[in-house]
């Protein structure tokens, strides 16, 4: 029986919320109709903030998209700690650490190895008061007006600052990751803003929880190969680990 277009709306965002992605052209096929009615209905879905169209499909939204950096640092906190952990042992003694918007990097802060003498630069008020709380790093602020929801300085100001440091490691914060889409932000000035800051770092790390894999946000940062290495957690599915290998990332599980 031929499904009507709403219907055809509720299965395919119920499938978007089970499995985190869907392909036009096996829509289209189950379905019984062209890959052009698939592509309307996700145009559809996109503007109604159900998913990100990318090429051939669609993926999820990530979760996150309306809370701020306070309320994402109780979420998922034991998983970020083990992302912490693993974050760590790429920090050398004597380093310049840039520590991106994120909640997970709330939890690299408390993680970095004590008394290293480590230079910490970031963009976020609250990552900043974690590192001075601290009392064995210098910290370095960039400045200009927050974003309430980023949590961070993402403007002209922190662009510019952004352009003056090199930083030896960057931990990059990211909404969304999928093989495809790669690294992906919620706002335009922060995904500019983080990739200003991985062109200037040696090296750039990026840790991902579980229920951001396989989403995207509406603003591409760089693709997965671009990262010096993924840090995932230890329970992330091996058809998701494959994808993002495949894509040319450096992935690396971290400890149970």
Known sequence: MTMLPGERLDLISSRLQDSGKVIAADLARELGVSEDTIRRDLRDLSARGVCERVYGGALRLPA???????ERAWQSVEAKAALAREAVKWVDEGACVF???ASTNLAIADALPRDFGLTCITNAPQIASALTLRGDCDVVVLGGLVNRTVGAAIGAEAMQAARNVRPDICFLGACGADAQAGITAFHAEDASFKRAISEVSAITIAP????????AAPFRVMG?????AVLVEADTPENAVAAFRKAGADVRRCAQ
């Open 64 to 70: 996150s998209a309306a809370t701020t950096l306070s």
């Open 208 to 215: 991902v929880t579980t229920e951001k894999i396989m989403t």
């Open 99 to 101: 520590l991106d918007a």
């Open 224 to 228: 997965l190969a671009d990262c010096t």
